[in-house]
């Protein structure tokens, strides 16, 4: 039995009022860990009305609500955390906008380097990836398996596994050591509904075949 997780995130463009129906779907379907709201580009507005009508959602829930790249407005809007790139805010910057307890993640694409940086850092937990090719972002490296392994292996701080994943092809991630599998398209625009995608994830996890 793995203690993998499901970390969602959301699409790159939406309306927040029609998506807060297939988002109440796929976190009744079953287990899931967090939520990143990721607009990129979008206004400091667009953000925060997103938040506003998707966060009591999450909460409901008990998923963890996360902001991608900004860390002020995670904390103006009361976010459990903010996920940060390499070319967004420096770890100490988010850190000291969010405050100690909230939770902060670090994109580390496919290198060791940045992730034990991250790690020493006092980083919540980090993410690396493209692991498959994606659409919903360009994709600034790949990754394979073992670097999963690898850390795993090492560290006490979760890693995150990004970048194309879906039910079909996460097992590898899964079984290299992820600890949460970090999902966009493989849910939202799974044929069968985005509830259908979060049981077949949480079946791979627990070893349901």
């Known amino acids: 039995m ?5 970390y969602l995130i959301t699409p790159p463009a939406f309306d927040p ?20 709201l990721r607009l990129k580009d979008a206004s400091a507005d667009a953000v925060r009305w997103a938040a506003e009508v998707l966060m009591p959602i999450t909460q409901a829930h008990d998923v963890a609500f996360i902001v991608n790249d900004r860390p002020d407005l995670a904390r103006e809007v009361g976010a459990d955390g903010v996920h940060i790139g390499q070319e967004d805010a420096c770890y100490e910057e988010a ?34 990836g493209a692991f498959f090719p994606t659409n919903t972002k360009i994709a600034k490296a790949h990754a394979t398996p073992d670097i ?3 850390w795993a292996e090492l560290f006490e701080i979760p890693c995150v596994a990004i970048g194309g994943i879906r039910a079909e092809n996460a097992n590898p991630l899964v079984q290299a050591g992820a600890d949460f599998i970090a999902v966009s398209a493989g849910v939202w625009d799974h044929p069968e509904g985005p509830a259908t995608a979060v049981q077949a994830f949480n079946a791979l996890f627990h070893g349901v075949q």
């Open 2 to 6: 793995s203690d993998c997780r499901l």
């Open 17 to 36: 009022r029609a998506f807060a129906e297939p988002l109440k779907a796929a976190l009744g379907a079953g287990d899931v860990a967090s939520l990143q």
């Open 95 to 128: 850190r000291k906008i969010v405050g100690p307890s909230s939770i902060v993640g670090v994109t580390c694409h496919n290198s060791r380097h940045l992730a034990m940086v991250a790690g020493e850092k006092g980083a919540d937990y980090v993410a690396f």
């Open 148 to 150: 999963l392994s690898w």
